[in-house]
């Protein structure tokens, strides 16, 4: 799950990791008001979940209160279009007024799992502002890792060999290393997948600041973190996402014509592919699950098809939970209820086929039966050009 | 090494009164596994199904004499499942629950570290050896065959295709393996591969990948080394975008790193046969046999 920026500043403080000073708003005024607070000069963030804020337009400073208060009407409502929106963009609802401090210098910290040895690892770079992705491709020795112990934590003996990497000395070194065990603890007390300070700012003044903070959670654990899962934001999610997840669907929206409905992760994965090596292109991810029932495959058919860009859909079921007549009784009664104008391909294979492919062709129903995965995509490719 | 499952495979299922590891557990029990205990806290000394129950994964294993686990616990509690059955000497653990945190999987994969038990799991189908009719996992036993080849996949169904298709070409399998679709998992490719180079029954394999991580690179890099036998493979989600969590908590691609074409590019190197269909998977391992 992903927060907002103002949302993981929250959690971060709590944890003793030193933020600027600042609130949320989302009114414009009010963002006047909270720049005089900071005496005037104030930095006004969009907050939406999508990175390159900056980029988009979405980060600005302002020298006088009136200014944050034109910044602000600029922003609040504006869509917010950065390389990870798409380019329809994200509307922003709320802004983070924060207080302006002088820069010396921008680092980079951030804190993943390292899959390879099952373990958190704190990444450090002196090159601050710039996405991590870029530093690893271009200058990999640029980044300095430290990879520790859940249980134990990040030790101080680890945070002083990354504030020396960063270059760091006296007063601030210690401050970074008080900042750094913070974040270390933030990340593992709130099950984090992800909490990336970037920049970390060093003030002239020598202080270490999260001048921004991204934390993304692990979903499986959020069963622990009732405070975290409030700060869940669906508008911020795909509202055809938000609806499946409902259904305990897992549906992922692409940009194809082709709908999918699968079991299994990997077989959704797979058939995504299959369509585009046949020549199609897939609509979507969509996982049933291991043991759907008819009610979700109805709820799936009808998830897909509110698509408008899907033109065909291709159902591909190996059943080993799951039960093949189960899947056909719910794509029946979809169809037959939604009343579905495009055609289907269907695939199952499994746990009582015979009687699912019977249920198919009592229907009535004008479904595509298929025999294996390669002649479902062939033939769902070839029905989209008999609909166009 | 002897295969990790066989004749002598005694198991008991953790979670066994659950609608879902009561189902699987009697499917095992019909497909030929020696189901000889039942563990749910708090239902010890009932009998279900023939099956006697008890609190605690130790006085099964002392009761019955378990040498094998199966793991249905929910989330919030299957990494405790998984160290009880370590520290009660079980040799096979199989964890099917989906949904484990990770933190909580650091920790089992720690403390297991200090013990001798292998872990398959967590968020996988489980283990099957046609040949001596064991299975021990949430696999649909019917479209196995016994045969030639081994196969390794971190995803469910993704796996059943290749049996299927094995099945139909008359190879049939030796052991298949899922190690599951978790980004920490206690056996890993290289693991299962490890398996099937030192076992007599496995010939050729069929090694199943999907975005995420870079299990699949560094098996690659072992295959190289180690393995003679034929290796055919396929990597799930080369049209998967960036960013997206495609279902498995593993399947990602982060940060520009695990992506189905460098995954491709790096068993391509290793000889890896590389079907660019999942449809393709024993067709590509019937062209590379020569049969």
């Known amino acids: ?388 | 090494m002897a295969n990790w499952i066989s004749r002598d495979t005694r198991l008991v299922v953790q979670g066994f009164t659950g609608r879902e590891g009561k189902f699987h557990a009697l499917a095992s029990r019909d497909y030929g596994t020696q189901l000889v205990a039942g563990v749910t806290p708090g239902k010890g000394g009932t009998v279900v199904d023939g099956i006697p129950v008890f609190d605690s994964v130790h006085a099964a294993v002392k009761a019955t004499g378990a040498n094998a686990s199966m793991v249905f616990v929910p989330p919030p509690a299957a990494a405790d499942a998984i160290m009880e059955a370590s520290d009660a000497g079980v040799a096979l653990i199989v964890a099917i629950t989906e949904g484990v945190p990770i933190n909580d999987m650091i920790k089992a994969k720690e403390y297991l570290a200090k013990g001798s038990s292998r872990l398959i799991g967590p968020n996988c189908p489980g283990i099957i050896r046609p040949s001596a009719k064991v299975k021990i996992g949430i696999m649909p036993a019917r479209i196995h065959k016994a045969g030639f080849v081994g196969v390794v996949s971190r995803s469910g169904t993704l796996t059943y295709e290749a049996v299927g298709q094995t099945t139909a070409l008359g190879f049939g399998q030796s052991t298949c393996i899922g190690i599951g679709g978790d980004p920490i998992n206690g056996t890993n490719f290289i693991d299962a591969l490890t398996l099937f180079r030192d076992d007599p029954e496995t010939e050729a394999v069929i090694m199943i990948g999907e975005i995420g991580g870079s299990a699949e690179e560094e098996a690659a890099a072992w295959i190289r080394a180690n393995l003679k036998k034929p290796v055919v493979s396929f990597i799930a989600g080369r049209t998967a975008p960036p960013g997206r969590r495609m279902g498995h908590a593993g399947a990602i691609i982060s940060g520009g790193k695990g992506t189905a074409g460098e995954k491709v590019k790096a068993l391509k190197e290793a000889g890896v046969h590389v079907a660019d269909s999942p449809a393709l998977m024993g067709e590509t391992l019937k062209k590379v046999l020569g049969k």
């Open chain 1, 1 to 388: 799950m992903k927060i907002h920026e103002y949302q993981a500043k929250e959690i971060l403080r709590g944890f003793g990791v030193a933020t600027p000073r600042g609130r949320v708003t989302d009114s414009p005024e009010e963002a006047g008001r909270i720049a005089k607070e900071f005496g005037g000069r104030a930095v006004v963030k969009a907050q939406v979940h999508a990175g390159g804020r900056g980029k988009g337009g979405g980060v600005k400073l302002a020298k006088t209160p009136d200014e944050a208060v034109e910044l602000a009407k600029k922003i609040i409502g504006m869509q917010l279009v950065t390389h990870q929106t798409g380019p329809s963009g994200q509307r922003v609802k709320k802004i983070l007024v924060e207080e302006a401090l002088d820069i010396a210098r921008e680092l980079y910290i951030g804190i993943t799992l390292d899959r390879a040895i099952g373990r958190p690892v704190m990444m450090a770079s002196k090159q601050g502002g710039m996405e991590i992705e870029v530093v690893a491709a271009k200058d990999p020795d640029a980044i300095v890792k430290e990879a520790f112990d859940p249980a134990w934590g990040l030790q101080p003996f680890q945070a002083r060999k990354l504030a020396d990497a960063l270059g760091l000395t006296g007063e601030t070194h210690k401050k970074a290393v008080g900042f750094l065990i913070a974040l270390a603890k933030a990340y593992v007390a709130t099950d984090a997948s992800l909490a990336e300070i970037n920049p970390l700012l060093i003030t002239g003044g020598g202080d270490v600041i999260a001048l921004d903070a991204k934390m993304n959670f692990d979903d499986n654990a959020l069963f622990r973190h009732p405070d975290i899962k409030e700060y869940r934001d669906l508008d911020e999610e795909d509202a055809l996402e938000v609806e499946a997840s409902k259904f305990g669907l897992n549906y992922i929206k692409l940009d194809g014509n082709v709908g999918c409905m699968v079991n299994g992760a990997g077989l959704a994965m797979a058939t995504m592919d299959i369509i585009q090596f046949a020549g199609g292109r897939p609509a979507n991810f969509l996982d049933v699950g291991g043991g759907a029932n008819e009610e979700q495959v109805k709820n799936a058919m009808r998830i897909i098809l509110s698509d408008a860009n899907v033109k065909a859909v291709l159902i591909n079921i190996f059943g080993g939970i799951m039960r093949c007549d189960i899947i056909a009784t719910g794509v029946v009664n979809a169809i037959k209820e939604i009343g579905i104008k495009v055609p289907v391909v269907v695939r199952l294979e499994g746990t009582n086929v015979e009687e699912g492919k019977a249920i198919l062709k009592s229907s009535g129903l004008a479904v595509i039966p298929a025999n294996d995965m390669k002649d479902a995509a062939e033939k769902v490719i070839a029905s989209l050009g008999k609909a166009a």
